[in-house]
């Protein structure tokens, strides 16, 4: 009777951690689009209002190498638009200043 | 499946219930198995997925390795075609990909129960042997040899409950490029099929993903405006498959999405969980066009 292996009890109906349906809302989506050629363009969507968009740009710009523009949309607020396909260095830039969690990022496309 | 009828069904196994209560754990014991195991629990579930989806994809290429293992006749049968179809890659049929089930199960089994060694016999000796080391002799049975007692005797018994992750195959997208600026998503009917999805579900989502537009043309083929590659179309579509059709509490395929006053529900056919999904939003779209000429098509 030395080890007793079987009494280790398991849940199967625990919580897979799966369903975050607290963080439902707060995403930020990363959006590409084809433009003429081979060229793109990257909109960042849904950034909350604390952040100083204009300065974010800037440093996309500055970072990036590229240029970018802030759009104002009716309904889904300040989007910023950068040339080029810069989702994976935007998602890199804002998980890397600790700007936003990468669970929050939505990364759409291609 | 309810869950009465799954534990009914678990006791017409040759065993005892204490022997099941070790069941879940089995994953942990074996390396593989330990791997996906780790994704559950620690990688999000986005990632995991991912993985679970590309597997899908590569089946093909998995399987050159697999058959090097011990293969039934009807294994056999299939494995063979299925190689020289390697070139384009398309083509299981459903009926191949439930052979397929069977067939990464009973490979899945071997590489269990083999874990380091490679060929038969050897795995058949250490099988036996492990199996009766403890039974002739005095000492204690570790955990681990009961526990490869214990998936031996139920793959025997019903391997279906064998709890091998099953793989969702589907065909790898068609595209063919129309003229310089659209391409073809030519096989998207029989996908939507294989998917138990309405085309109009799928194709609403690969407008919002790809930020695009486009149309169906006399085939159902899909026409979507924009240069799409091979690699890209899949992408997206195993997003889809991930997203609206493998079901979140079991992971398989045979799914069905019904719509409730205006809320998307998938509901698993395996299991008979069901979940809602997100509607399909198409996000802020730019403007990729010059303003003259979209004002002249307007006009």
Redesign the interface.
Known sequence: M??L??L?T?D?FAD????DAVE?QGYI?I??????G?KT?T?L?GLPEEFDQKRLLKAFKKVFACNGTI?D?ED?GQ?I?LQGDQRTNIRDFLVDEKIYK??MIKV??? | MSDAEISAKLENTSLND??F??F??KKKSTKKVLFEDDL??EA???DEANEFEDDAFSELKKKKKKSKKPKTFEDELEDKPAETEEVDESFLDLSSIKKKKKKSKKNMAAFEAELEENSTEKEANSESASRDVWRDSDR?YT?VELLDRFYSILRENNPELAGEKRKYTIVPPQIVRDGNKKSIFVNLPDICKRMHRPPEHVIQYLF?????SGSVDGNGGLVIK???QQK??E??LRRYIMEYVTC??CRSGETILTKENRLYFVQCESCGSI?SV?PIKT????Q??KRSVARRAVA
């Open positions: 030395s080890n292996q079987n280790k398991y199967p897979t951690g799966e369903t439902s989506h959006r590409i689009q084809q433009r003429n081979r363009i909109s969507q759009v949309d889904l989007v638009q990468k669970e759409h496309g291609f | 204490d022997e209560a070790d879940p754990k559950d629990s999000k579930p986005k204690d955990y919002a993903e790809l930020g695009t924009g240069r799409f890209q179309i992408n997206v979140g509490t979940r997100a996000g802020f779209q730019a990729t066009v």
